[in-house]
């Protein structure tokens, strides 16, 4: 099974920016593996915030859009998330995953990690 492990998380004020970080381990298929970040705020449910197939076409959630940037390194089967422009709606944990299906109806197939803190101070 595919191994994720997050970090990068920090603490920021708003309007600054953030890089986060994915490596994947355990499949000689992440390279071809659609890739996507998700966050959790504290109370509420896991939510998708963007993804990119290998071949590398991005999709994001609209309040991220113009602000995030998804990329990935399929030589080093790492995916990054560029956070820029940074608001207090952002703060909660970041998990990545692989997943399977189509945009909006993703299925997570790798083990989850232990996800990595952004936390945004107005």
């Known amino acids: 099974q595919v191994q994720l492990v997050e970090s990068g998380g920090a603490l920021v004020q708003a309007g600054n920016s953030l890089r986060l970080s994915c490596a994947a381990s355990g499949s000689p298929y992440i390279d071809i593996y659609t890739m996507a970040w998700y966050r959790q705020a504290s109370g509420k449910q896991r939510q998708l915030v963007a993804s990119i197939t290998g071949g590398g076409t991005a999709n994001y959630v609209d309040s991220v859009k113009g602000r995030f940037t998804i990329s990935r390194d399929n030589a080093i089967d790492t995916m990054y998330l560029q956070m820029n422009n940074l608001e207090p709606e952002d703060t909660a944990v970041y998990y990545c995953?692989?997943?399977?299906?189509?945009?909006?109806?993703?299925?997570?197939?790798?083990?989850w990690g232990q996800g990595t803190q952004v936390t945004v101070s107005s």
């Open positions: 995953n692989v997943v399977a299906g189509d945009v909006g109806a993703y299925r997570p197939f790798g083990s």
